[in-house]
C-alpha cells in the first residue's frame, strides 16, 4: 500500500494565483487531491497566524500562490507578503518545523502548467522532510 501524500493548504490569490489553477484545470493538469485550495481576494490578507493555523489544523506544508511582484491588482506592496511569509517562517524555527514546509510561490496569470510543476515540486520536497512530530498533527 503506498504511503498518503502531503496535505498541503494553497492560500491562492483571486487574480494571478487562482488563474493558475483554473487554466490548469482547463488543461487537464493534475495534482494530488491531498492539495487544498483557499481562495483569497489577496494574499496580503494571509498573515502569518492564518499560515500557522494551518499548520495547527494538521498541514504538511502551505503554499501562497500570488501575483508576481508589481503585478498585484490592488497595487499592494509585494514585499509586504514576502515579510510575513518570511516572519511565520521564523516561527515555524522556533517551533521546531522545518520552515521549507511554507512557500511563497509568485505566478504569472495563467499559467497552469507552472502551478502544477510547482505543487508537485513542493510536496515532492516536503515528503523528502523528517516527519513532523505526533503532537504538531
Given at each position: 500500500?503506498?504511503?498518503?501524500?502531503?496535505?498541503?493548504?494553497?492560500f491562492?490569490?483571486?487574480?494571478?494565483?487562482?488563474?493558475?489553477?483554473?487554466?490548469?484545470?482547463?488543461?487537464?493538469?493534475?495534482?494530488?487531491?491531498?492539495?487544498?485550495?483557499l481562495?483569497?481576494?489577496?494574499?496580503?490578507?494571509?498573515?502569518?497566524?492564518?499560515?500557522?493555523?494551518?499548520?495547527?489544523?494538521?498541514?504538511?506544508?502551505?503554499?501562497?500562490?500570488?501575483?508576481?511582484?508589481?503585478?498585484?491588482?490592488?497595487?499592494?506592496?509585494?514585499?509586504?507578503?514576502?515579510?510575513?511569509?518570511?516572519?511565520?517562517?521564523?516561527?515555524?524555527?522556533?517551533?521546531?518545523?522545518?520552515?521549507?514546509?511554507?512557500?511563497?510561490?509568485?505566478?504569472?496569470?495563467?499559467?497552469?502548467?507552472?502551478?502544477?510543476?510547482?505543487?508537485?515540486s513542493?510536496?515532492?520536497?516536503?515528503?523528502?522532510?523528517?516527519?513532523?512530530?505526533?503532537?504538531s498533527?
Amino acid at each position: 500500500m503506498s504511503k498518503p501524500r502531503a496535505d498541503i493548504v494553497v492560500f491562492a490569490c483571486n487574480w494571478d494565483g487562482l488563474s493558475c489553477v483554473e487554466e490548469a484545470a482547463r488543461q487537464g493538469l493534475h495534482y494530488p487531491a491531498s492539495v487544498r485550495l483557499l481562495r483569497v481576494t489577496c494574499l496580503s490578507r494571509i498573515d502569518r497566524g492564518l499560515m500557522l493555523k494551518a499548520f495547527e489544523l494538521g498541514a504538511d506544508g502551505v503554499m501562497l500562490l500570488g501575483c508576481e511582484p508589481g503585478k498585484c491588482q490592488f497595487d499592494i506592496d509585494s514585499d509586504l507578503v514576502a515579510r510575513e511569509c518570511e516572519s511565520a517562517r521564523v516561527l515555524l524555527r522556533l517551533l521546531g518545523v522545518d520552515d521549507g514546509r511554507l512557500v511563497l510561490a509568485r505566478v504569472a496569470r495563467g499559467e497552469g502548467s507552472d502551478f502544477v510543476r510547482q505543487i508537485n515540486s513542493f510536496i515532492e520536497e516536503i515528503e523528502e522532510m523528517q516527519p513532523r512530530t505526533p503532537s504538531s498533527r
